[in-house]
């Protein structure tokens, strides 16, 4: 896809960090991943692209790719406002909302000029619009920021200065603030057995796109954990690489995200036996698990 570049005449042609092209058309790819650039017009849509304006990588300046799924969130203005408010400057935050009605749509266009893309349509949950914010992307890296998070004003600085320092970065695992708590790390070996091996796949959790498109989009069949089966393809079946940063290098609070852990702990087991089954991880191992979980639970009910 050939993009045009054509001169700029309003406040926008003096900001190097942006380009305008007139390609409005949805980019050749592999099936599995389809990149786009603009939506169709035919939908609520705004943000700077839908002006002609997109952002790029400049030297020494990554292009970081957020993504910010929203429904009927009332903190959504306060989450658009910490990405506006990052020290880093080159970031494009493309916000998909399920048809959350008319309030959403006034905030939405009351920001229009700092969000580079925002599309409001019906979807199918959680996940698809996690999928459609992806093939918007045009970032070195992409992280998700959900409309209840908040993105601590450095944290794009931090992700930055990893981005730099280690050449065959993957993706990063930030540390994050949930319920007044810090969680870090990042245990790669324990993929194996459990899933929760990364402090959130929100806020904190930058992958690089070219990977991540390597790798494939979210299975929305999975209606939860579907970020889980995500990331075990990243790690145990593509082999990408990882790293955490510190503990004092804080990314964001989560706020009430976690979509994944608000179910019951039956439903959560088969769905991940299930994730690890269709990923074909080998059935002791999944007997293990089953068995091992159940027993431990058990423990806890009798023991607590």
């Given at each position: 896809?050939?993009?045009k570049k054509?001169?700029l005449n309003?406040?926008f042609?003096n900001?190097?960090?942006?380009f305008?092209?007139?390609?409005?058309?949805?980019?050749?790819?592999d099936?599995?991943?389809?990149s786009?650039?603009?939506?169709?017009?035919?939908?609520?849509?705004?943000?700077?692209?839908m002006k002609g304006f997109?952002k790029?990588?400049i030297k020494?300046?990554p292009?970081?790719?957020i993504i910010?799924?929203?429904?009927k969130e009332?903190?959504?203005?306060?989450a658009?406002?910490s990405?506006?408010?990052?020290?880093y400057?080159?970031?494009?935050l493309?916000?998909?909302?399920?048809a959350s009605?008319k309030?959403?749509?006034?905030?939405l266009?009351?920001k229009?000029?700092?969000?580079?893309?925002?599309?409001?349509e019906?979807d199918?949950?959680?996940w698809d619009?996690w999928?459609?914010?992806?093939?918007?992307?045009?970032?070195?890296?992409?992280?998700?920021?959900?409309?209840?998070?908040?993105l601590?004003?450095d944290?794009i600085n931090i992700?930055?200065?990893?981005?730099k320092?280690?050449?065959?970065?993957?993706f990063?695992c930030g540390?994050?603030?949930k319920n007044?708590?810090?969680?870090?790390?990042?245990?790669e070996?324990?993929?194996?057995?459990?899933f929760?091996?990364i402090?959130?796949?929100v806020?904190?959790?930058?992958v690089k796109l070219?990977?991540?498109k390597?790798?494939g989009l979210?299975?929305?069949?999975?209606?939860?954990?579907?970020d889980y089966?995500?990331l075990y393809r990243?790690?145990?079946?593509y082999?990408l690489k990882g790293?955490r940063t510190?503990?004092?290098?804080?990314f964001?609070?989560v706020?009430d995200?976690?979509y994944s852990?608000k179910?019951?702990?039956?439903?959560?087991?088969?769905n991940?036996?299930?994730?690890?089954?269709?990923n074909k991880?080998n059935?002791l191992?999944l007997i293990y698990?089953l068995f091992?979980r159940?027993v431990?639970?058990?423990f806890?009910?009798?023991f607590a």
């Amino acid at each position: 896809m050939v993009q045009k570049k054509i001169s700029l005449n309003n406040s926008f042609s003096n900001n190097r960090l942006y380009f305008r092209t007139i390609q409005k058309k949805v980019s050749k790819s592999d099936d599995k991943f389809k990149s786009i650039d603009l939506p169709s017009k035919k939908i609520s849509c705004g943000g700077m692209r839908m002006k002609g304006f997109f952002k790029h990588r400049i030297k020494k300046k990554p292009l970081i790719s957020i993504i910010m799924p929203n429904f009927k969130e009332k903190n959504l203005l306060k989450a658009i406002n910490s990405i506006s408010n990052q020290s880093y400057e080159n970031i494009e935050l493309i916000i998909i909302d399920g048809a959350s009605g008319k309030k959403t749509i006034e905030i939405l266009k009351k920001k229009n000029d700092e969000i580079d893309l925002w599309i409001s349509e019906k979807d199918n949950g959680l996940w698809d619009a996690w999928n459609k914010g992806i093939k918007f992307a045009n970032g070195d890296y992409v992280g998700i920021v959900d409309s209840s998070n908040i993105l601590y004003k450095d944290t794009i600085n931090i992700l930055i200065d990893y981005i730099k320092r280690i050449k065959n970065l993957d993706f990063l695992c930030g540390t994050i603030k949930k319920n007044n708590k810090i969680y870090s790390g990042y245990r790669e070996k324990d993929i194996y057995k459990q899933f929760n091996i990364i402090p959130s796949s929100v806020v904190g959790l930058y992958v690089k796109l070219s990977k991540l498109k390597k790798v494939g989009l979210l299975n929305i069949n999975y209606k939860i954990q579907s970020d889980y089966d995500l990331l075990y393809r990243m790690i145990y079946i593509y082999k990408l690489k990882g790293y955490r940063t510190k503990s004092t290098e804080i990314f964001g609070d989560v706020g009430d995200s976690g979509y994944s852990t608000k179910h019951s702990f039956f439903r959560s087991l088969f769905n991940e036996l299930k994730i690890r089954f269709d990923n074909k991880q080998n059935i002791l191992i999944l007997i293990y698990i089953l068995f091992g979980r159940i027993v431990l639970k058990t423990f806890r009910l009798f023991f607590a």
